[in-house]
């Protein structure tokens, strides 16, 4: 395997590190999701190995993260959980407009 | 501690820990985008190599492949990146037409015109590339003093990503109007 690739599936791990002890602190949703979405980031990087569409990367990720922020607003009704529900959302569609007008 | 000066250093330590988190993401990207690929190549061909790194951010080494007998060039550029849609290879090699009209015309004086033909896809080491063919015309001066615009060359630029080792390579070959190498089924990603 390139070495490139071990790095490129290694870089979501701060992440995942930030929200594991985020997670621990506060319980919160939306760490909880970040959490799954670093941990498909690092998947995701041996899935377009095996030949996995990349496409679907950036999408699932963010996707996992702005529903994590909604689910916490649910729960805690903060405006700082909605806002990011709603930014990763915007970021969301961006990506995917993207993908298919590029 | 009152609850707000505790509240406070919480988001003080949130904080922290997010931006050095994304520092270090940012630091392994760096990393990534400069590894030294293992360069894509031509096999097959008797031709003349030249390679050279090409630049080290993103990471991109470049093989010329020369043959003056058959009057063909073909450059293959293996560039890391993350995975890329056709859909950007194909936005990117339409700069093909403009790119090399001037560097022909910088290099070697030559005023010729390139004419878009069209797109494919063609399959390139079980990889599904973009494909893009182009007419090559100069105009000439007959022994009349008559100018006349004629085909003197063959372009084809290629993309695509090889998920193996995560890089996306580009092809571009120029040949003789006549001659018709297959070049698409000696490329190789590593």
């Known amino acids: ?87 990763l959302g915007l970021a969301l569609v961006a990506v995917v407009y993207l993908l298919e007008v590029i | 501690m009152t609850a707000a000066r505790r509240s406070g250093a919480s988001l003080a330590r949130r904080a922290g820990l997010w931006l050095v988190s994304y520092l270090v993401v940012a630091v392994l990207y760096l990393a990534f985008f400069s590894y030294p690929v293992q360069p894509a190549r031509l096999e097959g061909f008797t031709y003349t190599v030249h390679e050279k790194v090409y630049q080290t951010l993103p990471y991109t080494y470049e093989i010329d492949y020369v043959s003056l007998s058959e009057r063909s060039v073909v450059v293959v550029l293996t560039v890391r990146t993350i995975s890329i849609p056709n859909k950007a290879y194909s936005a990117a090699l339409r700069n093909a037409e403009g790119i090399t009209e001037d560097y022909l015309r910088q290099q070697y004086g030559l005023n010729v015109d390139l004419r878009y033909i069209g797109e494919t896809t063609a399959t390139v080491n079980g990889h599904s590339a973009v494909r893009q063919d182009y007419n090559v015309y100069d105009t000439v001066t007959g022994p009349l003093g008559r100018t006349e615009t004629v085909l003197v060359a063959k372009m084809s630029v290629l993309a695509w990503f090889c998920n193996d080792n995560f890089v996306s390579v580009a092809a571009g070959f120029f040949h003789g109007p006549l001659a018709d190498p297959k070049i698409t089924e000696h490329l190789r990603c590593h």
């Not at chain 1, 070495?3 to 002890?21: E, H, N, R, V």
């Open chain 1, 1 to 87: 395997m390139d070495g490139a690739a071990l790095i490129l599936a290694a870089t979501p791990i701060p992440i995942l590190i930030y929200y594991i002890a985020m997670f621990s602190d506060g319980r919160s949703i939306s760490d909880l999701f970040g959490g799954i979405s670093a941990v498909w980031g690092i998947l995701a990087t041996f899935f377009i190995l095996g030949g996995f569409p990349g496409s679907f990367f950036f999408p699932v990720m963010l996707g996992t993260s702005a529903l994590g922020g909604f689910l916490e607003y649910g729960r805690s009704r903060k405006g700082w959980d909605l806002a990011q529900g709603i930014i």
